[in-house]
């Protein structure tokens, strides 16, 4: 950080957030005209060591931090072609790379139709960066919950689950991520098959905002986005709907290579499914024979029936599936 | 902290920050729907070190994140009778008491007509909040920028400086603060008249709120709210404006007890109510002849002149005002 102070750094950093933040940064607020409607907010914090490991590069961070706070409004159902608007708070060592961190957030920003109006700066010796951000429904759209679930709803996944966490254990082994891709030699000796596509994707998570889109104009769907594990997080949709399901074990889309890599770190595949976390892909639920399009590679996972919790089918046997998940006030990253 | 996961304990904070706040809070958006209209939307933080002392009260660090956000949108002119939506962030040692925090910035948001819609909370060993805040201008009132100053106008001071930053100095020579008030036996022998005062005002600043909407009323006003000292804000407004202005030391507006404090510090009081920083009143232009009502007790401190720059004189002699304050990216605090 070559800038003489604050002052000088905001105007250098609204450059690389693109001109139409440009205009707004540098007052205190942010003057937004809004229409009148519906909006959906959200904040989400990305703290060094507890979200991410503390040497990661500065343009990854800042596209996990738009990708994480993105996924929130994916599972609201806004309408993504409409502008969101967001602030963000970076409190960071003074030797972090604040140009470069800025300048991939206003490019993966741009390529989300948000733009960033405001912010704060702050040097602090942990890393600690949060992005508010605020999106239109539009017309038409209502806000999707996570309590529309119904008896008889099939429940479905958005995309896989495991590998993200499997990504996060593969960092906390020994791998290690540079903006070229992952280098895998810290890892103990043997072989690492899609390792490099697991850290990828627990590095940078791509929200489902297509999907929530769609969910939300349904007559009734519920759903929410996988941050704390499908375990914990299927029981936040149960709970707030006044239901419970059934899933089988060996139906839920979990990527090879975590059947592959889990054992060589000493972990089990299906916790790591199950409550390994931050997955960041749409769990929803969709009224008996509603089918998402084949385009959003949607999984069935399971199907709601009465009563409180879930039960889960492994090798034909059921278990109740305990809500017990990743929660980022009790546990710590890698 | 008692609660089994961040499940429960968001629960038991949603009620803690009043009964519109529970209804929203827990899932991972808020839904908001908004009149059309102009907002003003800003965001701040608090770190333990850097914004106030690791050691401070729960229950005062939450009253301080919201004053000091607030002070932000006092600057911005918007109309405090109209509801302000808020996001709060927390990361914090596990040993924090989060109930004390929420609880008092739920009442602190129900005095100030705001209500808390959502947030996010984290583990981390550096105590850092945020607050997001979203505010109407209402029908009628124009954004207060820092860019309508004009040659002529006067400058003004919403209430006085240096007192918080002397503040800040006392407790970081030995003074101590607790719900209760101020505890000076840490400090140095001596006399400290005023200290208590000078503490309170660092640590609870008032956001001037309907002073900044009676100026966004005005025909034309410039205004921004000092938060890293007079003369680096005022270059702000200046620069802004394209204007320079003259100012008279003697005439600044600095309680006594700066002058009677600050050379028991080594301090020179000028200074800190030149650069001290903190002190969340607003400095304002209005065009010659207007005066603010006597009510907000203003203090007129010198005048817009055409140029670029500040000029003081002190003692007769006049000297160019360096662009020189607070900056929380390269000063610490105590």
């Not at 440009?22 to 519906?38: H, K």
């Not at 969101?84 to 490019?107: S, V």
């Not at 602090?124 to 119904?150: D, E, K, M, V």
């Not at 074990?249 to 972990?267: C, G, N």
């Amino acid at each position: 950080m070559v800038e003489r102070d604050e002052r000088e750094l905001v105007r250098t950093l609204a450059q690389l957030l693109g001109r139409r933040a440009a205009a707004q940064i540098g007052d205190d607020v942010a003057t937004l005209d809004l229409e009148s409607g519906r909006y959906a907010v959200t904040v989400d914090s990305q703290i060094a060591g507890v979200h991410f490991p503390g040497d990661l590069d500065a343009a990854t961070l800042a596209r996990r931090l738009l990708a994480v706070n993105l996924s929130d409004l994916a599972a609201a159902g806004i309408d993504p072609a409409l502008e969101i608007f967001g602030l963000c708070t970076l409190a960071a060592p003074r030797d972090f790379d604040h140009r470069r961190f800025f300048a991939a957030l206003g490019t993966a920003a741009e390529t989300s139709g948000l733009v960033i109006v405001g912010g704060d700066l702050a040097a602090c010796p942990t890393l600690t960066t949060t992005l508010t951000l605020i999106g239109h429904y539009g017309a038409g759209t209502r806000p999707l919950l996570r309590s529309r679930a119904r008896e008889g709803d099939g429940l479905w996944l958005g995309g896989t689950i495991g590998e993200s966490a499997l990504g996060r254990h593969l960092l906390a082994a020994g791998a290690r991520w540079t903006p070229g891709g992952a280098h895998l030699d810290g890892l103990p000796a043997g072989s690492w098959p899609g390792a490099e596509s697991a850290i990828r994707r627990h590095l940078c998570p791509r929200p489902q905002m297509a999907l929530g889109h769609w969910l939300a104009q349904r007559p009734r769907a519920a759903a929410l986005d996988l941050s704390d594990g499908l375990a914990l997080d299927l029981h936040r949709l149960l709970d707030a709907s006044g239901v419970a399901a059934q899933l089988v074990a060996e139906e839920l889309p979990i990527p090879t290579s975590v059947f592959d890599l889990a054992p060589q770190l000493d972990l089990e595949p299906l916790d790591l499914a199950l409550s390994g976390g931050e997955d960041y892909v749409l769990l929803f639920a969709l009224p008996e024979g509603e089918e998402p399009p084949a385009d959003f590679q949607a999984h069935s996972i399971g199907r709601v029936v009465p009563g409180r919790g879930a039960t889960l089918a492994q090798g034909g046997n059921w278990r109740q599936l305990p809500a017990v998940g990743w929660d980022h006030l009790v546990d710590s990253g890698p």
